[in-house]
């Protein structure tokens, strides 16, 4: 589970990397699909609660990056 979970969070933060070389809009865009889905993994209980909160608070802090 803690290797599914480092795995996924892998993934996400490469699709984040990938949504900044985007337009602003599509980053944005991108990043809050990578929240949601970040949240629908959590709420199907496929990861731990402390990887979703560190990796939902690395999308965010991008996030906040792009509305700068």
Do not use: F
Not at 6 to 35: D, E, F, K, N
Not at 53 to 64: G, I, N
């Amino acid at each position: 589970a803690i290797t599914l979970g480092i795995g996924y969070l892998l993934i996400v933060r490469v699709r984040a990397i990938r949504a900044q070389m985007r337009s602003p809009q599509q980053a944005r865009q991108a990043l809050l699909r990578q929240i949601a889905e970040l949240d629908d993994t959590y709420a199907s209980g496929k990861l731990k609660h402390a990887d979703y909160a560190a990796q939902r608070a690395r999308l965010k802090e991008d996030l906040k990056e792009w509305w700068a």
